[in-house]
């Protein structure tokens, strides 16, 4: 009998040292943290203190460049505190950063919305390398990662650029942008219409 109840305790020790806790993943601005939604509900579901994060989050953050996406892992103890990892930011804004695009390709198959060359897709291979989800990777396999979400942005990977031809096609881009922006406005006030 004595020995199935030491048994039990000895399991139940186990069993208390088992994390459920979740990782809170999720992409906030440089500098930018606030206890508003959609962080701050976030937060409080996992019991952090929300002032104090903001507060670590943006000291953090205060040599970045205010507003830059930053994803954030977040993993919570079982005493309130947290263990805050802060990665690069998301590979889809150097891509259009190097691009010197706002947003991608609405379709991307059948548009380009930028181009970017080789060197570029390097240095952003190399950047992207510091991720902790990234160091075990070698940098050809970050290579071919980023050509795919080079591919899914619209963003055509070229060899050489000439500046002034870019200079052209980004004028041209810009008028499309434009065009889109004015159908899908158009589109939403037909459906409220239809809606109301």
Request: hydrophobic share 35%; charged share 30%; glycine share 6%.
């Amino acid at each position: 009998m004595s020995k199935s109840v030491a048994r039990l305790k000895s399991m139940k020790k186990v069993a208390d040292k088992i994390d459920h806790s979740s990782k809170l993943r999720t992409n906030i601005p440089a500098g930018m943290a606030a206890a508003g939604p959609p962080l701050g509900p976030m937060l409080g579901q996992r019991n952090i203190n929300i002032a104090a994060f903001c507060k670590d989050f943006n000291e953090k953050t205060a040599n970045i460049k205010q507003g830059i996406p930053l994803p954030t892992r977040v993993k919570v103890n079982p005493d309130r505190s947290y263990h805050l990892e802060i990665h690069q930011p998301p590979a889809s804004y150097f891509l259009k950063q190097a691009a010197g695009v706002s947003r991608g390709a609405m379709t991307p198959v059948k548009e380009v919305a930028g181009k970017i060359t080789l060197k570029h897709l390097y240095e952003i291979a190399v950047i992207k390398s510091q991720d902790p989800t990234m160091d075990w990777k070698p940098l050809k396999e970050i290579c071919v990662m980023l050509l795919g979400t080079a591919r899914t942005c619209g963003i055509e990977v070229v060899r050489d650029l000439d500046a002034k031809e870019y200079g052209e096609f980004l004028e041209e881009r810009k008028k499309i942008v434009e065009e889109q922006k004015k159908q899908l406005q158009e589109k939403r006030e037909a459906k409220m219409l239809r809606t109301a």
